[in-house]
């Protein structure tokens, strides 16, 4: 399922520019999906059960950063979330109902309407296009610290980490092994020259790079539906790795 949620500025909020609003908008999404989830995770801890939530949506929003909350009225909100985990009905019930406070200035915004995007077929082989850039950092251990190399998306060990990343996913959300059959070998391949972004990296506050680009993936449906719906790599809740079907 897919939405389109427009709001509205509070009339009286603050006026000030508004800086980049995934972190904030992450927080609050995240708040409404917890309390509306229809599939009841088996978690022993509340850390494995937001690592859960965190898994089953991705997201993007549109708005001028350099316009201030006076001439900016309006902000919209693309939000994705896997089949299977939410109730459409109570999902936007509870989004009309949420009371959106953004930015370091506390802009007020409240939803003036939502609309579902219309869902493509899912298959095996889909040609995507990145609305948010892919992060897809790989860990390297070594006696002093974890360091982080950002794979090119052109790099072979990328293919293998992208699959990778769906695979553990949904490990996350089932606790079950997924084995790919031998003749659904999975298929990854570039369609654009990639675009690379320099992002703030998620909880670590230094440089990092995500990537975006147009590909086409050769998947089982199963990671092909996890990757359109919750978003494809790393770090999906704050607003990475959100993709659109090219026809």
Not at 122 to 128: D, E, L, N, S, V
Not at 213 to 221: D, I, K, Q
Not at 227 to 232: K, L, P
């Amino acid at each position: 399922m897919r939405l389109r949620i427009k709001l509205r500025r509070v009339e009286q909020s603050a006026k000030h520019p508004i800086n980049n609003l995934y972190s904030d908008l992450s927080e609050q999404i995240e708040n409404v999906l917890k309390y509306n989830i229809h599939h009841q995770f088996e978690s022993k801890s509340a850390s494995s059960a937001t690592r859960k939530i965190r898994s089953t949506f991705c997201f993007d929003y549109n708005l001028n950063h350099n316009t201030s909350c006076q001439k900016q009225n309006l902000l919209d909100i693309t939000l994705s979330l896997l089949p299977g985990y939410y109730k459409k009905s109570q999902i936007i019930e509870a989004f009309y109902e949420h009371h959106f406070v953004l930015g370091a200035v506390k802009c007020e915004y409240t939803v003036i309407n939502i609309a579902q995007v219309p869902t493509p077929h899912i298959k095996r082989k889909m040609k995507y296009r990145c609305v948010t850039p892919i992060y897809l950092p790989m860990n390297i251990l070594s006696r002093e610290s974890i360091q982080h190399k950002f794979l090119e998306p052109f790099q072979k060990e990328y293919e293998h980490k992208f699959v990778q990343k769906l695979v553990s996913k949904r490990f996350i959300l089932n606790k079950e092994d997924f084995e790919i059959d031998e003749w659904e070998e999975p298929d990854f391949s570039l369609v654009q020259q990639p675009e690379q972004i320099e992002v703030e990296a998620p909880q670590q506050k230094t440089k990092a790079y995500a990537y975006k680009f147009s590909f086409e993936a050769y998947l089982p449906v199963e990671l092909q539906t996890i990757g359109y719906f919750s978003g494809f790599g790393e770090q999906n809740h704050m607003g990475f790795g959100m993709v659109e079907v090219v026809e």
